[in-house]
């Protein structure tokens, strides 16, 4: 059973920051890629950001120069900087861990966190 735990959720305001923690349990034989997305009310979940294993990061535009994501391989804990936060990056934001199970590739969520920007 793989399990992905997320922390660091909250309120803060306008210009301030948070780190989010998703940290990986469970059997799994490679981890493909850690991401995270998130989901605004009455929206699409969307994706702020992806980490390949071994691979350059990938950043939604509009977090560009804002979020940074990075991982613990030896933990398998994937996090998210969010600096200079905005009241419209509040969202649940969601870890996703993309894994070999020996047969094929799995999609894993975390149960999300809340972050609310207030202006």
């Known amino acids: 059973q793989v399990q992905l735990k997320e922390s660091g959720g909250g309120l803060v305001q306008a210009g301030g920051s948070l780190r989010l923690s998703c940290a990986a349990s469970?059997?799994?034989?490679?981890?493909?890629?850690m991401n995270w997305y998130r989901q605004a009310p009455g929206k699409q979940r969307e994706l702020v950001a992806r980490?390949?294993?071994?691979?350059?990061?990938l950043y939604a535009d509009s977090v560009k120069g804002r979020f940074t994501i990075s991982r613990d391989n030896a933990e398998n804990t994937v996090y998210l900087q969010m600096n200079s936060l905005k009241p419209e990056d509040t969202a649940v934001y969601y870890c996703?861990?993309?894994?070999?199970?020996?047969?094929?590739?799995?999609?894993?969520w975390g149960q999300g966190t809340q972050v609310t920007v207030s202006s």
């Open positions: 996703d861990m993309v894994a070999y199970s020996g047969s094929y590739y799995v999609n894993y």
């Open positions: 469970g059997t799994f034989l490679s981890i493909n890629s």
């Open positions: 980490l390949p294993s071994g691979g350059d990061p």
